[in-house]
């Protein structure tokens, strides 16, 4: 059972451009959600987080929007640059007893020259 | 190195044999973690490890599988008879601390570049 959903496997953008990534989930125990990055032939390394109290967390390029009401969180990547080029996981938790992340599929995002 | 290691990084195996797949966690971090990754799936949780214990070894998706670790380090993934379902990607994280504990997150993980096993 999925509980945590991504529901676009790809995006492609223009160098210089915002890209969106989208991610939503089930299980409304979940408080705490980030985001991973994984390069080919790398393990997911950890891009950005938020805290369920919170609605928006920012970290220079990287925005992660939550909407709690809906069950969705976003993450923004302004601008997008070559570098950008990964696969991005959404991930949740429940930080106060729970030891365990559960993970999107995953979003292949492909940043053009 | 200072990251996760973990080995084979590919291993292809015909149904029916055991497989053994390794971890070698980050110096000093007590919890380790196994993921797998099957084919456009997200990343599955299968055991943790809080030093040598085990707790909960519900994620496992058969008697099939089986995972220890000694000395609080190096954790060994064993799975036998192995079926063409059991083709994925086998990850290995390790942490400071347990997360979900004390507030400590998911963002204090660190993940190995994965084991590929394919079936045949």
């Known amino acids: 059972d999925q509980q945590v959903k991504q529901n676009s496997p790809s995006l492609s953008v223009q160098e210089g451009r915002i890209s969106i990534l989208n991610c939503d989930y089930t299980?409304?125990?979940?408080?705490?959600f980030l985001w991973y990055k994984k390069y080919p032939a790398e393990g997911p390394t950890f891009l950005i987080s938020?805290?369920?109290?919170?609605d928006k967390n920012e970290d220079g390029r990287f925005t992660v929007f939550l909407n709690k009401s809906a069950k969705h969180l976003s993450l923004h990547i302004v601008p997008s640059q070559p570098g950008d080029s990964a696969v991005y996981f959404c991930?949740?938790?429940?930080?106060?007893?729970?030891?365990?992340?559960?993970f999107g599929a995953g979003t292949t995002v492909t940043v053009r020259a | 190195g200072a990251g996760v290691s973990q080995s084979p990084s590919n291993k292809v195996t015909e149904k029916g044999k055991d497989v053994e797949l390794r971890c070698d966690p980050i110096s000093g971090h007590t919890a380790l973690y196994w993921y797998r990754q099957s084919l456009g799936q997200g990343l599955e949780f299968l055991i943790y490890?809080?030093?040598?214990?085990?707790?909960?070894k519900s994620g496992l998706p058969s008697d099939r599988f089986s995972a220890e670790r000694t000395g609080g380090s190096v954790s060994t993934l064993t799975i036998q008879r192995t079926q063409q379902e059991d083709s994925a990607v086998y990850l290995c994280?390790?942490?400071?601390?347990?997360?979900?504990?004390?507030?400590?997150?998911?963002?204090?993980?660190?993940f190995g570049e994965g084991s590929r096993l394919t079936v045949l």
């Open positions: 994280a390790s942490s400071l601390a347990l997360i979900g504990t004390s507030g400590r997150a998911g963002g204090e993980l660190f």
């Open positions: 938020i805290s369920s109290i919170k």
């Open positions: 490890f809080q030093g040598n214990s085990a707790p909960d």
């Open positions: 299980n409304s125990m979940f408080d705490y």
């Open positions: 991930a949740a938790m429940r930080r106060s007893n729970d030891y365990k992340l559960s």
